[in-house]
């Protein structure tokens, strides 16, 4: 089974439209987070959230929505879409939120890949 | 701010060759440190993970010391594979997120 699971794996959509990505955590983890990947490939941290609730909001554009209905789901979702979006977008989860040295790790998704024309 | 700092890629090295992949961070306190590596069209893996000075992380022949007096989390591995062809990302884990350097590419040749 799949640990953390993303859909769509693919997504091409054009500007301007709304999409969303689902992801679904089975490991019991209480925090979850949205990374994004650019085409340099370079990560940076969206948003994390810990037992539903927000706890990083790395100053991304409000077109961006997460959503939490329970621990075990973080869904992202995307209005008005632009050209400067098109990225790979990894959910993760984690047993708890970070700090130093837990060591707590963070298990990825597979990603989406997003294109937007 | 917290940041890692990876050798730029990519690297390319012939089966068996020996692989070194620096990686330097900053940040204050005590991070944990890791090593992610994606394949080819796939999701990050946690490759291995240090959590305190002079811990070693070790996973499929690859290791990576956390070298508090030089800030480092160097990656190693004896003797590469051509299934060792990915990107590898050194990142570090504090205030609530993973932060990450920008990768290496590696190409095993054979």
């Known amino acids: 089974d799949t640990a953390v699971s993303q859909t769509p794996k693919y997504l091409v959509t054009q500007m301007g439209n709304d999409k969303s990505i689902k992801c679904e955590q089975n490991l019991g983890h209480d925090t979850m987070y949205w990374y994004k990947q650019d085409s340099k490939k370079f990560l940076k941290i969206m948003f994390s959230?810990?037992?539903?609730?927000?706890?990083i909001n790395e100053t991304v554009p409000n077109r961006f929505s997460p959503k939490s209905p329970d621990k075990a789901h973080l869904n992202l979702h995307i209005n008005s879409l632009e050209l400067g979006d098109s990225a790979v977008y990894f959910c993760?989860?984690?047993?708890?939120?970070?700090?130093?040295?837990?060591?707590?790790?963070?298990?990825f998704g597979e990603g989406s890949w997003l294109t937007v024309v | 701010g917290d940041s890692v700092t990876q050798m730029e890629g990519p690297v390319t090295l012939s089966e068996e060759a020996f692989l070194t992949i620096n990686c330097t961070y900053t940040a204050t306190g005590y991070p944990s440190l890791f090593w992610y590596v994606q394949y080819p069209g796939e999701g990050l893996q946690l490759l291995l993970k240090?959590?305190?000075?002079?811990d070693k992380g070790s996973n499929k022949g690859f290791e990576a010391t956390y070298r508090k007096e030089t800030t480092s989390f160097h990656l190693e591995k004896g003797s590469v594979q051509v299934s060792d062809s990915a990107v590898y990302f050194c990142?570090?884990?504090?205030?609530?997120?993973?932060?990450f350097g920008t990768g290496t590419r590696l190409t095993i040749i054979p």
């Open positions: 959230y810990n037992n539903k609730e927000l706890i």
């Open positions: 990142a570090l884990g504090r205030n609530e997120k993973l932060t």
């Open positions: 240090a959590t305190k000075a002079d």
């Open positions: 993760a989860s984690s047993q708890e939120v970070i700090q130093g040295n837990s060591g707590n790790t963070i298990y």
